[in-house]
DNA sequence: GAGCACTGC
């Protein structure tokens, strides 16, 4: 029976969706999904943030004001403030006046325009949900040191918070005196400037651009002055006069290393917590420190924190930030509460665990797409690039024979190894008559990205995840249940542009127990890089850092034991000279310390070639998907490939890559190498080359390209691997009667198919990359000797 | 002959 539907602030039901005759079309079927009560169930969720809130002690001075947006508010235009789509609420026109701002002289446009299009602006402004809170949030933290901030999607937190708080009294540039390490009494400059964290580059500087353009001002090229800046990798703008600066979690952690105290900023705010990846785990530690430590460092200035988040445990996050020892009248933290803007999501779930849920989520899409009334697109959550692939082909096959008077179906995959041109027409509306898009997404659709026009979500509950074993050292990727704040999320997509429906192929029972968030990355993942930066930025005791969760102290103990077999720390467990070098790389820590090797071995510059490629985010070789590409792709690839393996193979692609100079897209194109890649590739190759500049680990920066291929000597080759070895020792395995097995816990590996050295049988092989899968896989293989084993692992 | 979500310096 379907029960009545009403929405969270408005009794009336929803007409579309409280139709009894649609909700018994959808029962009357296979599919047996059950009508829910879906606006009660998404308002379950902002009933247990408030319940929540309840649970702060009331002698702290804290302010709950949770506040209901009338239903008006709740159903003017939202988009997701740091989505990559992001519009202003609204106001398109105004956009589009901004957009076509005539440049006055060569590079600035008409400031007057600018001001008048601002002015437009703060009209928008002043309707989003967080306007109300603008002195409550000021306030704030004129009397506190750390602001929680729940906010939800929509309610403009991460454009107006920095806007409401930088011409406060205490956001002031002051010059102050500091102890220097040697005792000595300096001046320097603190604050002046708030920094807000990013976990994206697309976020930290679409946001940037748009709170710049509501301040009357603009993002330019170069140096120009104004007050937003943002700095992302590869990418920076920190203009004169700059006041906020939109930067990537990775980023402020490579400030940290140079400036510890935060000394350019007044103030933190720290954007998306609720995300936990391990870097703001790190910044949340380290802002906390400042919080509570001695202030000597900013010369006495405190540094004022804000956390924002969607959905967050705030309790858990205020005993964070609390005072352990605060005395009964001290106020460290106030939490504010800001309504978002959504519309109501109506969830259905199956009635019986499904046996099946790929059959059971492909009834479910073509149930919708036949019995919905267009326009209203689906979604569909799956987990992984197989998966949705298969989906893709029976959906297509079954839309073939579809009669004329259903819709057309367009399904378009969404996944991050897509091109970026191929996740765009993902987000395109349809252009074609009576056809309705269906997009078949892994989670990059959960946060990354937002989908226009889409009305329906159908959510398999699972995501795949990365488990780090750490006694392995070995990473595995494994479908698992998704957390309830997840499965919100994913609903919630539904909810953009009107009212929507979000099936989930479980049952109600299989959602109540979920976790209620995802087990934050720190936790999953191989922390060698997170000891390393607490490390470089001055924790002695990593044990003793404050974590809003520690990973296990075994994991702890052998990232320390990683680390001081690599020479990044001493035998008491101190930062060496390499260590602070290997910090300071945009690399993992074992590529850095290979970087470090070559410097003294000579071969700095092929190996900054070489792992230019191994960091780019997406495979440089491309698989081939058909028998007769394989053969044309293998011949046309024989140059590059390299007998000893993987590593020497990617160089040799470089020295190729780089000697072009005609058309390199068509070079690759004729390899089936990624394009995307090598561009990612060369990027890394100057940051990196620029940094060993500065280190200076090479005199000069080398001459730019093209440059004569040269030939790799079987000498030049040794010299490589060892380099490599010094980092991976560990990481090899010796060939036996019965193949590989490792050099370390003599486990059984065999040599990934996509290695150059697949199947073959060489005497000993190093390997960069190691996954469980259908086997124990070694991936990016090298052949080299035995006894250089030895040899690196003595040094 | 494998099959892998996402992000960041």
């Not at 996944?415 to 309705?436: C, H, I, M, N, W």
Request: charged share 25%; hydrophobic share 35%.
């Amino acid at each position: 029976m379907p029960p009545k539907l009403h929405t969270k602030f408005d009794d009336k039901p929803e007409p579309s969706a409280s139709k009894p005759e649609k909700s018994s079309s959808i029962q009357g079927n296979s599919l047996k999904h059950v009508l829910e009560d879906g606006g009660s169930d998404l308002s379950h969720t902002h009933v247990a943030k408030r319940a929540r809130l309840g649970i702060l002690k009331p002698e702290s001075h804290t302010k709950v004001t949770p506040s209901i947006q009338p239903q008006k508010a709740r159903h003017s235009q939202t988009k997701d403030t740091t989505s990559t789509q992001a519009q202003i609420p609204g106001a398109p026109e105004i956009k589009k006046k901004v957009q076509n701002l005539k440049p006055n002289g060569v590079h600035q446009p008409n400031p007057q325009l600018l001001q008048k299009a601002a002015k437009e602006l703060e009209k928008v402004r002043k309707q989003l949900p967080i306007w109300s809170k603008k002195a409550d949030i000021r306030w704030a933290l004129r009397n506190n040191d750390v602001l929680l901030l729940n906010g939800e999607t929509g309610s403009g937190k991460s454009t107006q918070t920095p806007q409401f708080l930088y011409s406060e009294p205490w956001c002031k540039k002051r010059t102050v005196k500091v102890k220097s390490k040697d005792e000595r009494d300096e001046e320097v400059s603190v604050g002046g400037v708030i920094a807000v964290t990013e976990p994206r580059r697309v976020a930290a500087t679409t946001l940037a651009r748009r709170v710049a353009r509501e301040m009357g001002s603009y993002i330019g090229k170069g140096t120009g002055s104004g007050p937003v800046g943002y700095a992302v990798r590869f990418d920076s703008y920190t203009p004169k006069g700059m006041k906020i600066k939109f930067v990537t979690e990775g980023m402020l952690l490579q400030e940290m290393l140079h400036d510890p105290h935060l000394r350019q900023y007044s103030a933190v705010i720290v954007d998306e917590i609720h995300e936990r990846s391990v870097d703001v785990d790190l910044i949340a530690g380290f802002l906390r420190k400042l919080i509570h430590g001695d202030k000597r460092g900013r010369g006495g200035i405190p540094l004022k924190v804000v956390i924002m988040s969607a959905t967050l445990d705030l309790g858990g996050l205020e005993a964070f930030f609390s005072k352990p020892e605060a005395l009964s009248n001290y106020k460290p933290v106030a939490v504010e509460y800001v309504e978002g803007r959504q519309y109501d999501v109506n969830i259905f779930y199956e009635v019986k665990p499904s046996q099946d849920y790929f059959q059971n989520m492909l009834q479910t899409i073509l149930k919708l797409h036949t019995t919905e009334r267009l326009p209203g697109d689906i979604l569909a959550f799956l987990t992984g690039q197989e998966e949705i692939d298969t989906m893709q082909t029976q959906l297509e096959q079954i839309a073939a024979n579809l009669v004329k008077t259903v819709p057309r179906m367009k399904v378009m995959p969404l996944y991050g190894a897509l091109s970026g041109q191929a996740q765009q027409d993902a987000f395109e509306k349809v252009k074609e008559p009576f056809t309705r898009k269906i997009v078949l997404a892994t989670n990059i659709a959960e946060t990354s990205v937002t989908v226009s026009g889409v009305h329906f979500v159908v959510d398999c509950g699972k995501s795949k995840v990365k488990q780090y074993r750490p006694q392995l050292g070995m990473e595995s990727l494994l479908a698992k249940p998704i957390s309830k704040v997840s499965a919100i999320q994913r609903a919630g997509r539904a909810g953009r542009e009107t009212t929507g429906k979000c099936f989930r192929i479980y049952t109600e029972e299989d959602f109540t127990k979920l976790e209620m968030d995802e087990l934050p990355e720190i936790l999953r993942s191989d922390v060698v890089e997170a000891v390393l930066k607490m490390k470089a930025c001055g924790v002695d005791n990593v044990l003793d850092f404050p974590l809003m969760d520690s990973p296990d102290i075994k994991a702890m103990e052998i990232a320390l034991v990683q680390l001081h077999i690599m020479g990044a720390l001493d035998e008491a467990g101190n930062l060496t000279g390499t260590g602070d070098k290997m910090a300071r790389y945009p690399l993992p820590a074992a590529y850095g310390r290979v970087i470090i090797a070559a410097a003294e071995s000579d071969c700095l510059l092929d190996t900054i070639d070489i792992i230019s490629c191994l960091t780019s985010d997406t495979e440089v070789f491309l698989q081939p998907k058909t028998e007769e590409d394989q053969e044309a792709i293998e011949t046309a690839r024989t140059a590059l490939e390299n007998s000893r393996g993987d590593i020497l193979t990617y160089l040799e692609t470089v020295h190729h890559y780089t000697a072009e100079n005609a058309d390199r897209n068509d070079w690759c194109q004729k390899r089936l190498i990624s394009t995307r890649s090598m561009k990612m590739a060369m990027s890394i190759r100057r940051q990196l080359r620029q940094i060993c500049f500065h280190q200076k680990l090479i005199a000069e920066l080398p001459p730019p390209d093209p440059q004569p291929v040269e030939e790799i000597s079987p000498e030049r080759a040794e010299i490589i691997l060892k380099t490599f070895l010094k980092a991976f020792g560990t990481r090899t395995a010796v060939l036996g009667a019965s193949g590989y097995h490792t050099t370390q816990g003599h486990h059984e590996i065999t040599i990934h198919p996509s290695s150059v050295l697949y199947g073959k049988k060489v005497e000993a092989i190093m390997f960069l990359d190691n996954v469980y899968t259908a086997k124990n896989y070694a991936k990016k293989v090298s052949a080299i000797q035995a006894n250089w084993i030895v040899e690196a692992l003595e040094i």
